[in-house]
Each structure stands twice: as C-alpha cells, then as structure tokens.
C-alpha cells in the first residue's frame, strides 16, 4: 500500500478536518503529493491547526466542494481522491435541510460529474456513516441491513453513496464507500457535538467540569481515526475495493454510561451526570448500534489496530496539549 501511494498525487475534500487532516499526515510520510480542500465554514470542522508541522508539505485550497468550477480545476491531474467533504451534524440537517442536501448529495454528483468530464481515470474513496442504517433490526449490523434514516443527514449521505456507486458501475470511475462509526481521536471537533459528543466530554473533562451522559445504557462502536485512514488508504489502493460498500467498526461494543466511566478512569479524575435524553434527540435516535466490519477484514485485510483505551489515552493528551487550538 505504502508504495502504490508514493508520488501519486492526491486530493482530499474537507481536507482541514479532523479525518482529513491525519490521513494527510499520513500520506505525507508516505511521500504523496497532496492537495487539501476545505471550505473552513465555521460549523463545519476545519482548522489550519490540523496541519501544524506540515503546513509546507502540502497544497491547500480553500473552496467549497458546492463551487463546481473550483471541483472541476482542482479534479484534474490527480490519482486518488478522498471524498471526506460532509455536513456531519444530525441536528442541523433537521434545522436547515436544504444546506445537508446541497453538500452531502448534490455537491457529490457534481463532484462525479466533475470526474467523469475531467479525469474519469481517478480512484474515489468516499467516507459514508452508520446513520444510513438508522435503528437496527439486528446487531452486530452488517452491509446487508436495511436502509432506513432516520434523520436527513443520513437519507442524503445514502444518495451520496449511491451517486458514487452509480458511477463507478455505469461510467466505470472507480469508486468506492466506507461506511464510519463514532471515529475519534486527536483533531476532531470538541466545541460543539457537530462531529460527536465525544468530543464534548472530553473537552469538558480536560476542562474539569462535569460532562453529561444521555440515557447511558446505549451501546456504540468507536474507531480512532488512525485506523480509520489504514481504512481509507487500503481501499484507494485496491482494486477489490471498486463498487464495494464497507462497514468499519472498532476493536469492542461498548455502553456509553461504561465508556464514560473509561474515561474518567483513564483521566484520573472527573465526573459526569446521567440525565434523560432530550426530546427532540430522540425523535431522531437510533438506540443500539455497532458494526459488523468482516467484510472489510476478509476483502482488503483491514482490522483497527488501537484498542479503545489507548485511543482515548492518545486523545486525552492531545487536548490537554492543544485545548485551545481547537475552542
């Protein structure tokens, strides 16, 4: 893998974002040529300090993967794009549709549109979520379940999905899709639970105010995002891979009242209060959820490689580091 990626020049939608940011690094020391797009809207995630210590290493352009004339120039010329560009926020899709629809569903065609005119020859890796599966009728869920979203991010993230599959299997651009979990880890957002609210508690952990656990009984799956970029990287560089849907998940099913629990162990300290899950949440809840990820382990022989604890070791301490930078 590392060698197929060295010299190839590389574009990464939402490229100043949490995920974007660390396969970046990764693709750097790898020898890649990379090229970041991010259109740094405040809700959206991006931060120039994702890329701190790389900052000449690679290009960056700030445009919106909305703007079709930018996506059509910065389309051209590369080997592997990495399509991480989204609106995440579950709740702002409820509050302001047509924007969710506009980044995470047409954007995309544009994108594909892009590609198939300007450079049909491009490898596609699109980052997709859970949310498309919306309440399980089995665990652990598997890329057979139904599909049935429960809130408008998920029903346009599915389009987004399907837009790439449609052209990978009419147009022949090569594309595939990796459905995430709860990714964590060093750079993703802890101001607001836009990304996950994890990283809410552990901002207010670090900050040393108690932080709230809903319900507590749900149980999640939860990927650091190194693993997640090994994920993203084996499917760019594999044939395998095209037209394929695939599920990540994390090294353990875990419920959230046990994994606050975790985190303060892993802390040394802290508190949390369990209080009853906000109305207009669960209207659009899911309840239980974790992943069935077998396909992605026997096809492209990815498994998470950071055990859940030492991942939010690695995280805690970069907050305590870098609290500031990300507030």
């Excluded at 051209?76 to 549709?97: E, K, R, Y």
């Excluded at 809840?285 to 026997?298: E, K, Q, S, V």
């Amino acid at each position: 893998m590392e060698s197929v990626l060295r010299e190839k020049q590389v574009l990464i939608t939402g490229g100043l974002g949490f995920i974007g940011s660390t396969l970046a690094r990764r693709l750097v020391e790898l020898g890649a040529c990379v090229t970041l797009v991010d259109s740094l809207i405040p809700e959206y995630g991006g931060n120039l300090f994702n890329i701190a210590g790389i900052e000449d290493r690679v290009r960056v352009n700030i445009s919106d993967v909305r703007d079709e004339h930018s996506m059509k120039y910065l389309v051209q010329g590369q080997d592997v794009l990495f399509n991480l560009a989204g609106q995440t926020s579950h709740m702002d899709s409820m509050q302001d549709p047509f924007t969710d629809l506009e980044i995470n569903a047409r954007a995309q065609l544009s994108i594909l549109e892009a590609c198939r005119k300007h450079n049909p020859g491009i490898k596609i890796v699109f980052a997709s979520t859970r949310q498309v599966y919306g309440k399980p009728d089995y665990l652990p869920v598997d890329e057979n379940h139904p599909l049935r979203p429960v809130d408008v991010n998920g029903v346009n993230k599915m389009a987004g999905e399907w837009y790439h599959i449609l052209y990978n299997n009419v147009y022949g651009i090569r594309a595939c899709v990796l459905r995430l979990t709860n990714t964590y880890g060093p750079r993703m957002r802890v101001k607001d639970a836009r990304q996950t609210f994890l990283g809410v508690w552990i901002r207010l952990l670090v900050e040393g105010k108690p932080f709230e656990v809903w319900d507590g009984q749900q149980v999640r799956d939860f990927t650091y995002v190194n693993d997640v970029t090994e994920a993203l990287m084996l499917a760019a560089t594999s044939d395998q891979a095209n037209g394929r849907i695939y599920n990540l998940g994390g090294d353990r099913a875990i419920s959230l009242k046990a994994l606050a629990d975790l985190l303060v162990e892993i802390a040394g300290g802290g508190s949390y209060l369990v209080r009853e899950f906000p109305a207009e949440r669960r209207r659009i809840d899911i309840g239980d959820y974790y992943a069935n990820d077998r396909l992605i382990r026997t096809e492209l022989g990815w498994e998470p490689a950071i055990s859940l604890r030492e991942g939010l070791a690695h995280t805690l301490a970069y907050y305590r580091s870098h609290l500031a930078d990300y507030l």
